[in-house]
Nanobody, 120 residues
Framework: QVQLVESGGGLVQAGGSLRLSCAAS????????MGWYRQAPGEQRELVST???????NYADNVKGRFTISRDNAKNTVSLQMNSLKPEDTAVYYC??????????????WGQGTQVTVSS
């Protein structure tokens, strides 16, 4: 089993910055893709950004140029630097990781979520 724990959420004014972090723990063999999703009240969960083990990144159009994802493979962590935050970025942010077991089986794991609130 793999556990993901997010940290770094909070309340910030529009135009401000926050940095989210996520640490994976447990019985880890290999983590490939990691990423962040978010879910605003009454909305579906949506992709924010992903990063492969080799460092290839992908961003939703509405965060490109403002958010930066990074990871540390040795520490099994992923971070999301969020700049120029807007009220519409308000949501619960979830960390996700694709884990491969020693038996060659893949499973996606999710964190419990961290609240980000951007005031206008």
């Amino acid at each position: 089993q793999v556990q993901l724990v997010e940290s770094g959420g909070g309340l910030v004014q529009a135009g401000g910055s926050l940095r989210l972090s996520c640490a994976a723990s447990g019985t880890i063999f290999r983590i490939d893709a990691m990423g962040w999703y978010r879910q605003a009240p009454g909305e579906q969960r949506e992709l924010v950004s992903t990063i492969t083990r080799s460092g290839r990144t992908n961003y939703a159009d509405n965060v490109k140029g403002r958010f930066t994802i990074s990871r540390d493979n040795a520490k099994n962590t992923v971070s999301l630097q969020m700049n120029s935050l807007k009220p519409e970025d308000t949501a619960v942010y979830y960390c996700t990781a694709e884990h491969w077991s020693v038996m060659g089986r893949s499973a996606d794991y999710w964190g419990q979520g961290t609240q980000v609130t951007v005031s206008s």
